[in-house]
């Protein structure tokens, strides 16, 4: 099957793609005090701009996931190099306020098309094992990739680089996969399996899908909320807010490639209901500590999320198998989604919380500690609520019979 198909470019091309996605989520969080500081937005307005990359996510991953059969791989990345482009080039020479909304929504539109054609042309292009392996080398570049952006960001902030240069860097992937994708043949789609679309919308009604949506919901905002906003949140905690952010990155990229014997030995629902009770404990210890306690904090928070995306999308893999890749797609955006939805509310937090601090009469650096750390104790609400919910599914799934996969399959 596919057995003229130039798999290592195609998979160095997915790769990159990938890196592409993660330095757009990185750079844009290192450069958003600056973003804010230029064109005089409030926290709020800086929450609008991020939630566009979210929002435009999963538009394109559902609309991605459902023609990839008709459509096909090849012309869904070039629909994503035109949108990274317009969205990167939108960004650099971004007169204001309104057209950064719809740079970064651009920029979202191309992270949503690779998802929704990388993976599935993986899966074409490899078999059982092997496939498995590929699929975790490439999903690797996601929080790799954010590191690398971290650092590159601060790095950049430091030497006094302006904010354009910073989203410069973000073509260099861009070209990259562009480049290796060219001119190449790419997989032949094909149906997987027998499954008819009806049968997956009725498997998607299901209590246990139902279940996992909400879930889902709240296990993304507690990995993305803090993250994003990390430049503005933990500036003046004593700590490098994009050092924490890298480092928070690393440990998740090494976790989830361990991440098959942990699932093997805790279950799933094990995996979840612990990094529930992690990520609470992190984001608090957040919101008091400060200087290095910081980065013990990121170490706390970084294994409580690690797990939730790829073991929430594979249970709905074994749990939901009807579902299909239809059902994986959408709670995938679902979580995107979420996090768009609640990106403007952390922003109005902040600003709220700078107003009720100055009004005590905090100012410079104590006052931005302060709002930062009143805005992280609310986000201690998300992963606290997901303990109850855990707990319950934990004890709910107990005792259910199932085919069991392999921990590998599982965890993507």
């Known amino acids: 099957m596919n057995e003229n198909i130039n798999r290592k470019a195609l998979f160095y091309g997915s790769c990159f793609a990938l890196i592409t996605t993660a330095f757009s989520f990185s750079i844009r969080a290192g450069i958003l005090p600056q973003l804010g500081e230029e064109f005089g937005l409030s926290a709020e307005q800086l929450g609008f701009i991020n939630s566009m990359w979210f929002l435009g996510f999963p538009i394109s991953m559902v609309i991605g996931g459902l023609v990839y059969h008709t459509f096909g791989p ?3 990345m070039l629909v994503a190099f035109v949108a990274h482009t317009l969205g990167i ?11 950064l909304l ?3 929504l651009f920029i979202g539109f191309g992270n949503g098309c690779t998802e929704a054609a990388c993976n599935p ?20 570049w996601f929080p790799g990739g954010i590191v690398l952006g971290s650092l590159i960001s601060k790095f950049m902030t430091d030497l006094g680089l302006s904010w354009e240069a910073q989203m410069w860097i973000i073509m260099i992937p861009t070209l990259t996969y562009a480049v290796l994708f060219f001119g190449k043949a790419f997989p032949r789609p094909t149906v997987e399996g027998s499954t008819s679309l009806a049968k ?14 909400i879930c889902m919901a709240l296990t993304a905002i507690t990995e993305f909320g803090p993250n994003q906003w990390v430049s503005i949140i933990l500036s ?22 361990f991440a098959g014997p942990v699932v093997h030995f805790l279950g799933q629902t094990g995996v979840l209901l612990g990094g529930a009770i992690l990520s609470t404990i992190g984001i608090y210890m957040f919101s008091t500590v400060t200087g290095p306690m910081a980065y013990v904090a990121t170490i706390i928070f970084a294994l409580g999320i690690c797990y939730f995306w790829p073991v929430m999308v594979g249970a709905v893999a074994q749990r939901v198998p009807l579902s299909s890749a239809l059902g994986m797609s959408v709670i995938g955006a679902v979580g995107m989604f979420s996090s768009s939805i609640f990106q403007p509310i952390i922003g109005n937090w902040i600003d709220s919380a700078r107003a009720e601090n100055s009004a005590e009469g905090l ?7 302060a709002a930062g750390q009143d805005t992280l104790e609310k986000m201690v609400l998300f992963p606290a609520i997901l303990i109850v919910l855990f707990t319950i599914f934990f ?6 019979k199932r085919t069991e996969k392999t921990p590998t399959e599982v965890v993507h």
């Open 74 to 76: 090849k012309n869904i």
């Open 89 to 99: 080039l939108l960004t650099i020479f971004a007169g204001g306020y309104a057209s």
């Open 102 to 104: 719809i740079s970064t």
């Open 121 to 140: 042309m993986i899966a074409d292009m490899y078999s059982g094992v092997q496939m498995n392996k590929m699929l975790n080398r490439f999903h690797m």
């Open 200 to 213: 997956n919308f009725k498997a998607m009604i299901s209590p246990v899908y139902i279940f996992l949506i």
């Open 236 to 257: 003046s905690s004593g700590a490098e807010p994009m050092i924490i952010l890298a480092l928070t990155s690393g440990l998740m990229a090494v976790g989830r490639f």
């Open 363 to 369: 100012t410079g650096n104590a006052l931005e500690l």
């Open 395 to 400: 004890f709910w799934q107990k005792n259910i």
